[in-house]
C-alpha cells in the first residue's frame, strides 16, 4: 500500500515561487544565508571550519544537548536530530503503528499525520475541531473524545494545522489527567512551539509519560525551511530503535544544518521576537478588513503558529475560490478540500506586513467582483436545477 497524493504539497508546489501574495505558506518567509549570518552577528567564514564529514547519525551531541533544553526532564540521550519532521513522524509511525492500530488525531490535519498510519494499516478515528473554531480554543471535551477514540496512538498537532488552534489550560489538564490512563502511545507534533503568543515557549507533552513522544523543529518558526531539519523526543529505547530506523533513511543530517540549528536555538530569543510581533501585526490587520472581504463567513484569531481555517459563505468551493483569487488577484491561500474539510480556506500570516497591506488594498475591489459573479453563477445554477427537477432530469453538481 502507497500513500495518497499530498494534496497540501501539490499545491504549494505549483504556486509557491509565482504568487505575488503568497498566503498559502505554513511558515514564516524565508530568509537568506546572509540575512541568518547578520541577524545572529556572525561572518560567514564561520562555516568555512565546517567539516563536510557525516555528522552522528543520533544528531551532534551539542546540539542534543541545546534541544532537550526546550524539554524539562529531558536529556541528549532523549533526542534524535532527523531531516525535518517529516522524517521524524515517519519514523515513529513505523514503529508505534501496525495493521489495525486505532489512531486517533484532530481534524482537519497536516495530511502526513493520518495518510502514514492509513498506509501502515491502521484504523483511524478522527475528532473534528470545526466546532472547536467557535471558541477560539480546543476544548477539553475534544481532548477527551480523542483519547476515547486512540485506544492504540493519540496525536496532538498543537497550535494546529491548519485550524490555529491551541491549547488552553483546561485541556492541558485534562491532557495531564487522560495520559495517565491512556495505555496507548500518545503523540505530540509541536512543530510551531516556539510561535507561542502567551508564552516564550508552548507547552510541551514532552516526557509526559514513558508513552509519550513528540516532535518539533526550527524550520516553519524562524524561516529556514531550506535546512531541513527537525528531531523527536522519547523514551531511550524508543530513540535507540528510531536512530537504527533512521539509518535505512536519511541516515545523519547535513553538519552546516546542524551547526546552524545550534547557533539558532542559541539565539532563539532574539530571533522570535520580531517574528512574533510580525505575525501579531499581520493578524490584527486582518482581524480589521476580513469583514468587508466577500466570500468569508467567519475568521476565528490563531492561538499560535502563523495559520487560520476561514469557513467560507454557503455554496462557495474552497478550490474555485481558491482558483479565482489567484487568477484574478494574485493572492494564494489553500482550499480546504486539500485537507479533505471543503468550505473553508487556510490563510497563512507569515508574509511581510507592507505586501500584505499592499496586496489587500489593491485586490479589495477586485475580489467583491470576482466572488459577486461567482455568488451569481451559483444563483443562476441553482434556479437551473429546480427547472431541471421539475422535468426530471437530475443536473450536474456545481463544480
Same mark, same amino acid.
Given at each position: ?18 504568487? &505575488? +501574495?503568497?498566503?498559502?505558506?505554513? $511558515?514564516? *518567509? ?27 547519525? *543520533? $544528531? ?36 508505534? +503503528? ?7 488525531? @484532530? ?48 496525536? @496532538? ?28 502511545? /500518545? ?11 502567551? #508564552? ?20 516553519? +518558526? ?6 531541513? /531539519? ?14 537504527? @530506523? ?20 542559541? #539565539? ?6 520580531? /517574528? ?17 472581504? &466577500?466570500?468569508?463567513? +467567519?475568521?476565528?484569531? &490563531? ?35 486539500? @485537507? ?36 451569481? $453563477? ?6 437551473? *436545477? ?14
Amino acid at each position: 500500500m502507497e500513500p495518497s497524493e499530498f494534496w497540501i504539497e501539490e499545491r504549494l508546489e505549483k504556486y509557491r515561487k509565482i504568487a &505575488p +501574495c503568497n498566503l498559502g505558506e505554513s $511558515g514564516i *518567509r524565508n530568509v537568506t544565508l546572509g540575512e541568518l549570518l547578520s541577524n545572529l552577528n556572525l561572518s560567514i567564514d564561520v562555516l568555512n571550519s565546517i567539516s563536510l564529514e557525516d555528522s552522528p547519525n *543520533r $544528531g551532534d551531541f551539542t546540539l542534543r544537548s541545546e534541544i532537550a533544553k526546550l524539554y524539562p526532564g529531558l536529556d541528549a540521550d532523549r533526542v534524535l536530530v532527523t531531516t525535518g519532521t517529516g522524517e521524524a513522524l515517519y519514523i515513529l509511525f513505523h514503529i508505534l +503503528c501496525k495493521k489495525d492500530s486505532v489512531v486517533s488525531y @484532530f481534524s482537519p490535519a497536516f495530511q502526513a499525520l493520518y495518510e502514514i498510519p492509513k498506509m501502515i494499516g491502521a484504523k483511524l478515528e478522527p475528532v473534528s475541531l470545526l466546532k472547536n473554531l467557535e471558541k477560539n480554543s480546543i476544548l477539553d471535551s475534544s481532548v477527551f473524545e480523542l483519547f476515547e477514540k486512540g485506544k492504540d496512538l493519540v496525536i @496532538f498537532n498543537h497550535p494546529q494545522n491548519p485550524s490555529g488552534l491551541s491549547l488552553d489550560l483546561n485541556s492541558i489538564e485534562t491532557i495531564r489527567k487522560m495520559a495517565h490512563l491512556h495505555k496507548g502511545w /500518545i503523540l505530540f507534533d509541536e512543530h510551531y512551539r516556539f510561535l507561542d503568543f502567551q #508564552n516564550d515557549l508552548g507547552w510541551t507533552g514532552a516526557g509526559l509519560t514513558e508513552h509519550t513522544v513528540s516532535t518539533g523543529s526550527i524550520t516553519k +518558526c524562524f524561516g529556514v525551511m531550506g535546512l531541513r /531539519i527537525g528531531w523527536m523526543t522519547g523514551p531511550k529505547e524508543l530513540i535507540e530503535k528510531a536512530r537504527s @530506523f533512521k539509518d535505512y533513511l536519511t541516515h545523519t543530517v547535513s553538519p552546516i544544518s546542524e551547526f546552524l540549528t545550534l547557533q539558532i536555538l542559541q #539565539n532563539r530569543t532574539h530571533l522570535v521576537n520580531p /517574528i512574533k510581533t510580525s505575525i501579531l501585526n499581520n493578524i490584527r490587520f486582518f482581524e480589521s478588513i476580513w469583514k468587508q472581504l &466577500p466570500g468569508l463567513e +467567519c475568521f476565528t484569531r &490563531p492561538g499560535g503558529g502563523v495559520v487560520s481555517f476561514v469557513k467560507l459563505k454557503k455554496g462557495i468551493f474552497s478550490s474555485r475560490y481558491a482558483d479565482l483569487l489567484l487568477d484574478q488577484c494574485g493572492v494564494f491561500v489553500l482550499p480546504g478540500c486539500d @485537507f479533505e474539510c471543503e468550505g473553508w480556506i487556510r490563510i497563512g500570516f507569515c508574509s511581510g506586513a507592507k505586501s500584505r497591506r499592499k496586496m489587500c488594498s489593491e485586490t479589495q475591489t477586485e475580489t467583491t467582483n470576482i466572488i459577486l459573479n461567482y455568488q451569481r $453563477g451559483i444563483e443562476k445554477t441553482s434556479a437551473k *436545477r429546480v427547472r431541471l427537477q421539475k422535468t426530471g432530469i437530475s443536473p450536474n453538481p456545481l463544480r
